[in-house]
């Protein structure tokens, strides 16, 4: 579902919201609680197969033009934004995540880690330089077991090739506010910073071998 209405931006914070203004509405918002009748941009049909929380949210703030700590309150109304929560289903709350994206519990539960023995996530950030350029992170790049990205079959990274940073895997304001760069120095990921406005559909073979190995990883 795509939500999309005009209304002005109002906000108590100090905080600077995204520096590259997007040409989409800008809400206007109660800081604890989104709703789609307030008037935001965020459509499903942007998210691809096995994508992470991280993105999705990275996705959804970047649309908006959001400051970080607006959208980390949205994972849960006792959340501290800047101590930030693990991208897991115990530490969200599952409801208000679905009701301000529009998203179905079963494809919000897709999206998170598995904090088991069998699939150890790493709390470090993790990705693949050819995904974080088309705005894509898979649950499958934080898996331990997991060492190089199976749509490209590249190792994946951690630190920020510009300063050296490696970001703790935590859905808190400052990670949220540099959607796609480092939360440090803010340099890209990738070799171009994604836009949504330059969203393309991910590829075929890419899709079939996202899916196959989340299968292979989760299912079996």
Not at 39 to 48: H, I, M, Q, R
Not at 97 to 125: E, N
Not at 205 to 211: H, K, M
Request: hydrophobic share 40%; aromatic share 10%; glycine share 4%.
């Amino acid at each position: 579902m795509f939500s999309l209405v005009m209304l002005p931006v109002a906000s108590s914070s100090p905080r600077k919201a995204a520096s590259s203004p997007l040409r989409f509405p800008i809400l206007s918002l109660d800081e604890r609680k989104l709703t789609p009748a307030l008037g935001y941009a965020f459509s499903t049909k942007w998210l691809d197969p096995c994508e992470s929380l991280v993105s999705i949210l990275w996705k959804f703030g970047q649309a908006n033009g959001l400051p970080g700590y607006i959208v980390a309150r949205q994972l849960s109304a006792d959340a501290d934004p800047y101590e930030g929560v693990a991208p897991l289903a115990e530490s969200i709350d599952i409801r208000r995540v679905c009701d301000t994206l529009l998203m179905s519990p079963k494809a919000l539960r897709a999206s998170l880690f598995i904090g088991a023995p069998r699939r150890r996530y790493c709390t470090i950030f993790r990705y693949c330089r050819k995904c974080v350029m088309r705005g894509y992170h898979s649950v499958l790049h934080q898996l331990e077991t997991e060492v190089v990205c199976p749509a490209h079959q590249r190792p994946l990274e951690t630190a920020c090739r510009r300063c050296g940073f490696e970001a703790q895997c935590v859905l808190s304001a400052r990670f949220l506010e540099t959607p796609f760069r480092c939360s440090y120095c803010r340099a890209g990921y990738s070799y171009n910073v994604f836009s949504i406005l330059k969203r393309r559909p991910m590829d075929k073979s890419e899709r079939v071998a996202i899916t196959r190995r989340y299968f292979e990883r989760y299912l079996t």
